[in-house]
């Protein structure tokens, strides 16, 4: 199974500019629009965080999300991953 998923990964890879062309759909809930997005993420190679930053908050229509991230600036992924996990979490609550 390691290597089943070993070579899709490699076959796979997306350029740089892959994440610019996600963005969430009408339909699409915001949770399945971070899952989609994270997966994209493993499989584009060589991509930088501000990169994928700006790809993340213009690709998403969560406008409350928007507003928390234009008034309160990101420094790494990591801090999009956690607000992005709990928008998500306020979101399945609600």
């Known amino acids: 199974m ?5 070579l899709a990964n490699n076959t796979l890879q997306q ?3 892959y994440p610019m062309f996600i ?6 809930s915001f949770y399945d629009f971070v899952y ?5 993420m493993m ?10 930053i700006r790809a993340f908050i213009t ?5 409350f999300f928007k507003y928390n991230i234009v008034s309160n600036p990101l ?3 990591l801090t999009l ?8 979490e306020s979101d399945k609550i609600q």
């Open 59 to 63: 690709s998403t229509s969560h406008q």
């Open 43 to 52: 499989i584009t190679e060589r991509v930088s965080n501000d990169l994928v």
């Open 2 to 6: 390691f290597m089943s998923q070993f």
């Open 15 to 17: 350029s740089v500019t």
């Open 75 to 77: 420094d790494s992924l």
């Open 36 to 40: 989609h997005f994270n997966i994209a």
């Open 81 to 88: 991953h956690e607000i992005a996990h709990r928008f998500v």
């Open 23 to 28: 963005c969430q759909k009408e339909e699409q």
